[in-house]
């Protein structure tokens, strides 16, 4: 089975990779080389790299569910979201502030920093929002969560048919885990300044 969260960055992205991974998944977060694939219109790397993993969280995943939807048919896909526009926002301006510009924002909202655009970034988060529950209306493999609402094992488990871990559920990444999260940031940009350098 493979899985994807296609939910877009700073809606708890992170819990859900850690939360397939404890589960046994084989799995791939983002990856700036594959965003810049799909920007360009190339989908052959990616495939590649779905092909070889069993779950997928964070961009570029977000950006091709169709497609991932018609290449693997068996395939579940999740959606995570916050409990309004305005913490979604306000996450993800504080994540901007840490990084700094990125090319990962450039490419998907089409401004590496999100202030000043705040208005254009939240059409676009409700626009995937509505766009991916449309395409996947009356359907069964598409499990749409808030994990400020409910971070509970149960419903991922029962969704993907797997028993619920003997273990507290993950806050990968939530707002007390400032150190956590600047280490997953510095990460980030070391992985984009690297990518960057390979491509120059």
Known sequence: MKVFGIGMN?????????????LGFQHHSFDLELTRAVDEGNLTPVFQVADEYDSFEDWPWPLIYEELDARYPDAKFILTTRKDNATWIDSLKRHADRTGPTEFRKIVYGHAMPHGHEEEHIRCYEQHNANVRAHFDNRDDLLEVC?????????I??????????????????????????LRDVKNQIVEALTTNRKE
Do not use: D, I, M, Q
Request: proline content about 12%; hydrophobic content about 30%.
């Open 10 to 22: 700073k809606t708890g992205t992170t819990t859900l990779g850690e939360c397939l991974s404890r």
């Open 157 to 182: 488990c029962e969704f993907l048919k797997r028993p619920v871990p003997n273990a507290p559920f993950p806050h990968a990444n939530e707002s007390p885990g400032v150190v956590y999260a600047t």
């Open 147 to 155: 994990w400020e609402e409910r971070a509970e094992w149960e419903p």
